[in-house]
T-cell receptor, first 111, second 116 residues
Framework: SQQGEEDPQALSIQEGENATMNCSYKTSINNLQWYRQNSGRGLVHLILIRSNEREKHSGRLRVTLDTSKKSSSLLITASRAADTASYFCATGLQGAQKLVFGQGTRLTINP | DGGITQSPKYLFRKEGQNVTLSCEQNLNHDAMYWYRQDPGQGLRLIYYSQIVNDFQKGDIAEGYSVSREKKESFPLTVTSAQKNPTAFYLC???????????????FGDGTRLSIL
């Protein structure tokens, strides 16, 4: 299985609700990053959390990192239709010069 | 505005043909990357380059080649040896900050390659 695995694979919620996506990984990391991809477009970097951090906020985004469980979560509060996209976690591995991306969570916000 | 430009947006390849995908950045980033994305899947790393005139194979380099003659440019050639080239190809770049690797990556809007 891959270094980064996301759960759920797809999520559909009503506008205004909160959306939570999870990412698990296997090996030690320098940091963990979350990206958004709108259909047919490139990825956009959302937030980076370092291995010595436990929680980070950016606007309506909240990311947590639990290195003992090798997992991270992305919470989007008060969701909007424009949040409809795929969300990917990417792990920056110790000693590596590259990121490893998960398979993504496809989020649909229903108006 | 700074960014990454990929061209063309759509590309068609005939049997036995090599095709080259362009990637140009004006962000003054040292590192550049090529990824392949298949439907409903994540990104897989093809090649990456940390500095000019140097590049390394990623996880799925077979059937692909790259060059890095200029800091701004990192073209990807999909050769006839790549038997299943139909995919969405994404180019990215990032800063290098000493020993702090794994910087956030900036992406282009991709090239969709199909076989005729």
């Amino acid at each position: 299985s891959q270094q980064g695995e996301e759960d759920p694979q797809a999520l559909s919620i009503q506008e205004g609700e909160n959306a939570t996506m999870n990412c698990s990984y296997k090996t030690s990391i320098n940091n963990l990053q979350w990206y958004r991809q709108n259909s047919g477009r490139g990825l956009v970097h959302l937030i980076l959390i370092r291995s010595n951090e436990r929680e980070k906020h950016s606007g309506r985004l909240r990311v947590t990192l639990d290195t003992s469980k090798k997992s991270s979560s992305l919470l989007i509060t008060a969701s909007r239709a424009a949040d409809t996209a795929s969300y990917f976690c990417a792990t920056g591995l110790q000693g590596a010069q590259k990121l490893v991306f998960g398979q993504g969570t496809r989020l649909t916000i229903n108006p | 505005d700074g960014g990454i430009t990929q061209s063309p947006k759509y590309l068609f390849r005939k049997e036995g043909q090599n095709v080259t995908l362009s990637c140009e950045q004006n962000l003054n980033h040292d590192a550049m990357y090529w990824y392949r994305q298949d439907p409903g899947q994540g990104l897989r790393l093809i090649y990456y380059s940390q500095i000019v005139n140097d590049f390394q194979k990623g996880d799925i380099a077979e059937g692909y080649s790259v060059s890095r003659e200029k800091k701004e440019s990192f073209p990807l050639t999909v050769t006839s040896a790549q038997k299943n080239p139909t995919a969405f190809y994404l180019c990215a770049s990032s800063l290098r900050r000493g020993t702090d690797l794994n910087q956030p990556q900036h992406f282009g809007d991709g090239t969709r390659l199909s076989i005729l």
